[in-house]
């Protein structure tokens, strides 16, 4: 898998927003820092969960200077129903992210075993942007089990801000 490393730039994601509009890396630049949460997909009772206690701490993120975007390889009609059913009003949602930016960025990709999944998804992934567009950590999954907490995320952002703690796994391959 060819996968940006720490320090390196992250490639272009260019995506829909639910409710209008587009994300677009290159033009949403954080102060601080960025979280993108790469999230299953409407299928994902563990995604629903994630998330919903991400929008509960979106201020607490939001007071350290990080902003947050929540993006899947659904389609429209998919992620329209995914903010109209989860309680994720305060985080943006974006959908129709090419696999090939997801696994650029190190995301894992599936096969639907369910009739409730789509054909092909990126598995979870969460990806720490500095204010430059670089990498600056990810934490990656093959499976929606075992994601981190929202308050060991909001731990990277916040040692990283009380330490200038430098990024790790920088050394390619």
């Given at each position: 898998m060819d996968r940006i490393t720490p320090t390196e730039r992250l490639p272009e994601i260019d995506v829909p927003l639910v409710g209008g509009g587009r994300w677009t890396l290159s033009r949403n630049a954080p102060g601080f820092m960025l979280m993108i949460d790469v999230y299953r997909g409407l299928h994902c009772p563990r995604c629903r969960t994630h998330l919903e206690a991400l929008n509960a701490a979106r201020d607490k993120f939001a007071a350290l200077g990080v902003d947050l975007l929540a993006v899947s390889t659904d389609p429209a009609d998919r992620a329209e129903q995914a903010r109209a059913e989860w309680d994720m009003d305060g985080v943006p949602l974006a959908y129709d992210l090419p696999l090939?930016?997801?696994?650029?960025?190190?995301?894992?990709?599936?096969?639907?075993?369910?009739?409730?999944?789509?054909?092909?998804?990126?598995?979870?992934?969460?990806?720490?942007?500095?204010?430059?567009?670089?990498l600056y950590g990810a934490v990656?999954?093959?499976?929606?089990?075992?994601?981190?907490?929202?308050?060991?995320?909001?731990?990277?952002?916040?040692?990283?801000?009380?330490?200038?703690?430098?990024?790790r796994g920088t050394v390619a391959a």
């Amino acid at each position: 898998m060819d996968r940006i490393t720490p320090t390196e730039r992250l490639p272009e994601i260019d995506v829909p927003l639910v409710g209008g509009g587009r994300w677009t890396l290159s033009r949403n630049a954080p102060g601080f820092m960025l979280m993108i949460d790469v999230y299953r997909g409407l299928h994902c009772p563990r995604c629903r969960t994630h998330l919903e206690a991400l929008n509960a701490a979106r201020d607490k993120f939001a007071a350290l200077g990080v902003d947050l975007l929540a993006v899947s390889t659904d389609p429209a009609d998919r992620a329209e129903q995914a903010r109209a059913e989860w309680d994720m009003d305060g985080v943006p949602l974006a959908y129709d992210l090419p696999l090939e930016t997801a696994r650029r960025l190190g995301c894992y990709v599936s096969q639907s075993i369910r009739d409730t999944e789509t054909e092909m998804f990126a598995e979870p992934g969460v990806f720490f942007v500095r204010a430059d567009l670089t990498l600056y950590g990810a934490v990656l999954n093959t499976f929606p089990f075992a994601r981190p907490g929202i308050d060991d995320l909001y731990e990277v952002f916040s040692v990283v801000k009380e330490r200038d703690y430098p990024p790790r796994g920088t050394v390619a391959a």
